[in-house]
C-alpha cells in the first residue's frame, strides 16, 4: 500500500541467537520448525521448594569461548549471553565495526531481569563474609544499562544508546525506538537491538513469582500453553536475540538485502487494573499498522504475546479479532518452546518472524495442541504451516501494562 | 604469609580480572603501566581487594589508584608482609 515506507525503512541485516531453542539462527530455528522444546526442570539451582520449577533454559554455552577473559568477570550470565548474540549478529551482517565510522553505530537493548544473578551472589558474599568480598563489578554488572554499555564498548560504538526496561514488550520497543533514531538521523547508519534476559537464579525467580501469573503445574510439556484450554499461567526462561538495524542506505550501499524492514511500530499502556478502559492491545496494533501504512488485510501472520494467563489470553484473541476479524489471521506462540524470555522474549519473536518471512512457513505455536473453544483465532497449531509471507505483526505485553506491536516485512520484494 | 612476586600478581590479575588478548601477563610486565596492560582502574581496584583478601594485607583503595605499575604493587605488598612478619 505505501511503497515508499517500505523503501526507506531501515532493515534488519543480521540476527544472533542464544535461547533455550539453540544457539544459533538456525540452531534456533530448526527447532521452532520441530517443536523441539527448550523447557526443562530447572537445574540451575534446586528448584523443589518453590512452586514454579520448569523454565527454558539455555544448554551448551560456553562462557569462556565466547565471552573475553576479562569480561567474563565484569558481566552477568544475562550481558554474557548479548555478548555472543551481537558477536553472531555483526558476523550475519557481515559488518566489521572498526571499519566504520563510531559515531554511525549505536546500541538500544531491552533489559528487564538484568544482573539478578550476578547481584545475587554478591549480596551472598556481602551478607556472609563482608563488604571486602563484594566484587568491585558490582557496581556494572548489575544495573539494567550493563549490556548496551558492554556493547558499546567492545565494539566501539558512540552513536546514540539506550537501554529500555519494559519487561516482555522491551524487545520490540528497542526495534521501534531504534528506526526512529536512524530516521531522524542520517549519520546513523545501524543500530544493535534486541536483548536477552537471564532470570533463573533463586533470587530473580521469586521475584517473578510473585506477580501470580506463573505456572505452578508439574509438567514440562504443558505447564506454559496460551490460548490452550490447559493454560495455568506461564513459565520464564533465559537467552534471546540481538538484531542490527540497519539504516535502507547503508543496506544498499553495502548490497545487503537483510531480512526484513521493520515498517510500523506502535507502544500504549494499559488502564489500571479495574478501570473500565480497555487494554491497549487492540489500539496498539491500530496504531503499529498505520504507522506501517499498512491495512490488517495486508498481515499475513501474527506472532502473539500469549501470556498463558487465561483473562489475559482471552483479551489478547478479542484484540486480534477486532482488528483483523474472527479467525481472520493466522496466529502462532513459538514461545511456548522457550518459556517468556521478558527482555529476550520479544527480540527472539521477531527474530523466528524475519525466519518465517525468509522462508515462508509459519511456525507451529510449540506444544499447544489446540486452542480453547471461545478464543476465535486461527491458531496455527501441530505443525508449520506453508504458505508465501509477506508481512508478519509481533506482540508483546510486558507486566505492568507496557504493550507493544511491531510490523515486519519481507526483505525481498 | 611469607612473599609477593610478580607471579602472585599475575596469578590474581588472571583469576580475577581476566587478561586481555595479546598481552602475555608471564612476559615482562614489571614497569609496564597498568594502563597499556588493558587494566582499568576498576579492575585495580579489583585485584588489590583481591590481594587484600588472599594475602591479608590492607592496601587503601587511595593507595591502590596511585600504584602505576606491576612492580610498584609487588613493592607495596611485600613491604606490608614484611611489616607484618616483624
Do not use: H, W
Given at each position: 500500500m505505501n511503497a515508499s515506507a517500505v523503501g526507506t525503512d531501515p532493515v534488519v541485516t543480521g540476527i544472533g541467537v542464544v535461547a533455550p531453542t539453540g544457539i544459533g539462527v538456525e540452531a534456533h530455528w530448526e527447532?521452532?520448525?520441530?517443536?523441539?522444546?527448550?523447557?526443562?526442570?530447572?537445574?540451575?539451582?534446586?528448584?523443589?521448594?518453590?512452586?514454579?520449577?520448569?523454565?527454558?533454559?539455555?544448554?551448551?554455552?560456553?562462557?569462556?569461548?565466547?565471552?573475553?577473559?576479562?569480561?567474563?568477570?565484569?558481566?552477568?550470565?544475562w550481558t554474557q549471553t548479548s555478548v555472543a548474540a551481537a558477536r553472531d549478529a555483526l558476523a550475519d551482517a557481515k559488518i566489521e565495526p572498526s571499519a566504520l565510522p563510531e559515531y554511525s553505530m549505536g546500541v538500544m537493548t531491552a533489559a528487564s531481569s538484568s544482573g539478578a544473578e550476578f547481584g545475587q551472589h554478591e549480596m551472598e558474599r556481602l551478607f556472609t563474609q563482608g563488604p571486602a568480598w563484594v566484587s568491585t563489578y558490582q557496581a556494572v554488572a548489575w544495573f539494567f544499562a550493563a549490556t548496551t554499555g558492554q556493547l558499546a564498548i567492545r565494539h566501539g560504538m558512540r552513536g546514540p544508546a539506550g537501554v529500555l526496561c519494559a519487561e516482555q514488550a522491551g524487545g520490540l520497543d528497542t526495534l521501534g525506538h531504534a528506526r526512529r533514531l536512524i530516521a531522524q538521523n542520517a549519520d546513523t547508519r545501524l543500530l544493535l537491538t534486541g536483548g536477552t534476559d537471564a532470570p533463573l537464579c533463586p533470587y530473580a525467580l521469586l521475584a517473578q513469582i510473585t506477580n501470580g501469573k506463573m505456572s505452578a503445574v508439574d509438567d514440562a510439556a504443558t505447564a506454559y500453553s496460551p490460548f490452550s484450554p490447559e493454560a495455568s499461567g506461564y513459565l520464564s526462561g533465559e537467552g534471546g536475540a540481538i538484531l542490527i538495524l540497519e539504516s535502507r542506505a547503508s543496506a544498499e550501499e553495502r548490497g545487503i538485502t537483510g531480512y526484513g524492514s521493520v515498517s510500523g511500530y506502535a507502544a500504549g499502556m494499559d488502564p489500571p487494573p479495574g478501570s473500565e478502559r480497555p487494554p491497549a492491545l487492540r489500539r496498539t496494533i491500530e496504531n503499529a499498522l498505520a504507522d506501517a501504512g499498512l491495512r490488517p488485510s495486508d498481515v499475513d501472520v501474527v506472532f502473539a504475546d500469549g501470556a498463558g494467563v487465561p483473562h489475559l489470553d482471552l483479551a489478547e484473541a478479542q484484540a486480534i479479532e477486532a482488528v483483523f476479524g474472527p479467525a481472520g489471521v493466522p496466529v502462532t506462540v513459538p514461545k511456548t518452546l522457550t518459556g517468556r524470555l521478558y527482555a529476550g522474549g520479544a527480540s527472539l519473536d521477531v527474530a523466528t518472524a524475519l525466519l518465517a518471512l525468509r522462508d515462508g512457513v509459519i511456525p507451529a505455536s510449540g506444544t499447544v495442541r489446540e486452542a480453547a473453544a471461545g478464543y476465535r483465532i486461527d491458531l496455527v497449531c501441530g505443525g508449520p504451516r506453508t504458505q508465501p509471507l509477506r508481512t508478519a505483526l509481533v506482540l508483546a505485553r510486558g507486566h505492568g501494562g507496557f504493550t507493544a506491536a511491531l510490523v515486519v516485512r519481507r526483505g525481498e520484494y | 604469609m611469607g612473599k609477593f612476586e610478580l607471579t602472585d600478581?599475575?596469578?590474581?590479575?588472571?583469576?580475577?580480572?581476566?587478561?586481555?588478548?595479546?598481552?602475555?601477563?608471564?612476559g615482562p610486565i614489571g614497569e609496564v603501566e597498568f594502563t597499556a596492560l588493558g587494566y582499568d582502574s576498576l579492575a585495580m581496584a579489583e585485584v588489590i581487594s583481591q590481594i587484600n583478601r588472599r594475602f591479608g594485607v590492607q592496601i587503601p583503595e587511595e593507595e591502590a589508584f596511585d600504584l602505576l605499575t606491576p612492580n610498584a604493587v609487588v613493592e607495596a605488598v611485600s613491604s606490608r608482609l614484611v611489616e607484618a612478619v616483624r
Open positions: 527447532a521452532v520448525l520441530a517443536g523441539k522444546s527448550g523447557i526443562t526442570r530447572i537445574d540451575r539451582f534446586d528448584p523443589a521448594c518453590y512452586p514454579v520449577r520448569y523454565a527454558g533454559q539455555v544448554t551448551g554455552f560456553d562462557v569462556a569461548a565466547n565471552v573475553p577473559s576479562r569480561l567474563v568477570p565484569q558481566t552477568d550470565f | 600478581l599475575a596469578e590474581v590479575m588472571r583469576s580475577s580480572v581476566g587478561v586481555e588478548e595479546g598481552v602475555d601477563l608471564d
